[in-house]
């Protein structure tokens, strides 16, 4: 017979192992949620490529608009829209974390006595000041990188006087006397051939392999001196085909296409069919013609183009799929090869993309084609936001042919360079030491941006943007900085001051004679964009890269 102090005994004893199991409940869920807030703290910043409600700044879009040779401008209206398709792709483009792009930071932009920069916080609608970080210091938000100091310059610059207009740049001997002309609208394509495109929802076949167009072999590299290939934009117009035409450009990359939702290839929004007289001019002068695929679609929203992108490279199946549609895409459209730009990635998609590159590569040197990536900067692995973290140097460098590191916009968040050279120079003997130093091309600007210096709003400027704005403004001093980089300040017809930079032969020669001097046993090097450059600055590179 049970007593009634056996009883109370069992009571207790069950109201002890309830609490019990309450406690340790308490104890698993408190655990769980500091393990997924430790997990939130560890996470690589993302970058956040938001769309301006802010009008876009007409004087340094007008040759946007003026030059686009793209789709739907019959009106003012649609032209101005299209101006800003463009500025939100340029302004998208290689777009990092506030500073995350930097090793530390280099020698003052600035010469002694020429005004002061402010450091800021990006957002979508504008920036707003913040406190520059010292030398050598992290900001919140951001990871250290223990990276080696910046080489120190070889010797000092010379200090540059400034100079009045009509002739408002220093050191200029090298350059023209006639000012570059207006760029008239680029040819339109030939009617009824417009470039075959691969057909969605259909199985792509593998034709025999094609008989090379380039004596070296995929995956060889040929022993040379410095290349130069460019990038070739659907808003190039005719300063762009001029120069294939004219210039020692090895390869064309056409900046015209992108990866749909549905896993097929089209053409960016507003690009038309690149005309047959460019490739046909190409082809000529033996120039190599890649396509660049971009999934620029999703660049104005991360999360969104970041998922779409890891649904299409995170298992064997849908690699498998979308390396057979790039390739079919390249061979139906003769291209010599692919170059790879996807630039909003996760960092946990690290792998996939390399199993991804390897697949593509595999199967392009197959049809004799060749590829080449366009790749975020970083001083160490694995880096430190997504963008970066999801390459794989050492692994993308043995996949590809080329290996494009993407080197600049340096300075986006506040006034400043866009390549200053010791930063160049840190990257290229990084990336020397993760592959073979032939495969290793450095991406220049031929723009840069100007600054708000009200509201923080950058704008591309191009060389000939630039020379519009110092006419019109009547701009009476243009300064430089230790790199060779040009640079002004000046208030638009609204009062609001501005603080431009931009890229010259000048600046580009100063990058390249480092490049020669220093690293010349790397691949070369490779112009964002044409169009946008100095007109002179071939006569640089023709006489440094001889």
């Known amino acids: 017979m049970v007593t009634n102090q056996t009883k109370k005994i069992a009571i207790i004893a069950g109201a002890i192992g309830a609490l019990a199991l309450i406690g340790g409940g308490i104890f698993y869920f408190a655990n769980a949620e500091s393990e997924k807030t430790a997990a939130k703290t560890t996470q690589a910043p993302v970058a956040k490529i938001e769309e301006s409600t802010e009008d ?90 223990p990276t080696p100091q910046p080489a120190k310059p070889t010797e000092k610059p010379p200090a540059v006087k400034p100079v009045p207009l009509p002739a408002p740049l220093p050191d200029k001997s090298t350059q023209p006397t006639t000012k570059p002309t207006e760029k008239p609208a680029q040819p339109q394509p030939q009617p009824n051939k417009p ?51 004219q210039q020692p450009i090895k390869k064309i990359d056409l900046f015209y296409y992108e990866l749909k939702e549905d896993g097929t290839v089209g053409l960016m929004q507003y690009a038309k069919p690149v005309s047959q007289e460019v490739l046909t001019a190409a082809r000529q002068k033996g120039v190599q013609i890649n396509a660049t695929i971009t999934n620029a679609g999703g660049w104005s929203n991360f999360n969104e183009g970041a998922n779409r992108l890891h649904e299409q490279i995170s298992t064997p199946a849908a690699r498998s ?142 060389y ?36 431009t930079y931009f890229q010259d032969a000048t600046s580009w020669k100063k990058k390249i004679e480092m490049i020669k001097t220093k690293h010349a046993d790397i691949g070369g090097i490779s112009n964002w964009y044409l169009g946008a450059e100095d007109p002179a600055t071939w006569h640089v590179v023709k006489s440094e890269l001889k």
């Open 321 to 462: 799929k979308l390396t057979d549609t790039l390739v079919q895409f390249a061979i139906t459209n003769k291209f010599d090869g692919l170059d790879i730009n996807f630039e909003v990635i996760y960092g946990k998609d690290r792998d996939n993309f390399s199993l991804f590159m390897e697949e593509l590569s595999a199967k392009l040197h197959k049809h004799n084609k060749k590829l080449s990536i366009c790749a975020y900067v970083k001083f160490s692995e694995p880096g430190n936001w997504d963008g970066n973290l999801a390459q794989d140097w050492k692994r993308l460098g043995q996949a590809v042919d080329e290996f494009k590191v993407m080197a600049y916009n340096y300075s986006m968040a506040s006034p400043g360079p866009g390549a200053p050279v010791n930063w160049l120079d840190q990257i290229i003997q990084f990336g020397k030491k993760q592959m073979p130093a032939k495969k290793l091309f450095i991406g220049l600007p031929s723009y840069s941006y100007e600054w708000n210096l009200n509201t923080g709003q950058r704008y591309t400027v191009t």
């Open 56 to 145: 876009y700044n007409d004087d340094t879009n007008v040759e946007l608009a003026e030059e686009a040779d793209v789709t739907h401008t019959n009106t003012p209206a649609e032209k101005k829209q299209v101006q800003r398709q463009i500025q939100k792709i340029l302004v998208a483009h290689n777009n990092v974390p506030n500073n995350a792009n930097r090793n530390t930071r280099p020698t003052p932009t600035a010469p002694s006595g020429s005004e002061g920069t402010h450091d800021s916080t990006q957002t979508g609608n504008g920036t707003k000041p913040a406190p520059t970080a010292p030398a050598g210091q992290v900001k919140p938000g951001e990871q250290p990188q």
């Open 464 to 499: 000939a943007t630039a020379q519009n704005l110092i006419k019109k403004y009547n701009v009476t001093q243009i300064k430089r900085d230790e790199n060779g980089e040009p640079y002004f300040t000046y208030n638009n017809d609204k009062g609001e001051p501005f603080k």
């Open 195 to 245: 470039p075959t495109q691969p057909q969605p929802n259909k199985p792509p076949t593998q034709p025999p392999a094609e008989k090379p167009t380039n004596p070296t072999e995929p995956g060889e590299v040929k022993e040379q001196g410095l290349q130069v290939t460019a990038w070739y934009p659907f808003w190039g117009g005719k300063a762009a085909q001029t120069a294939v035409a």
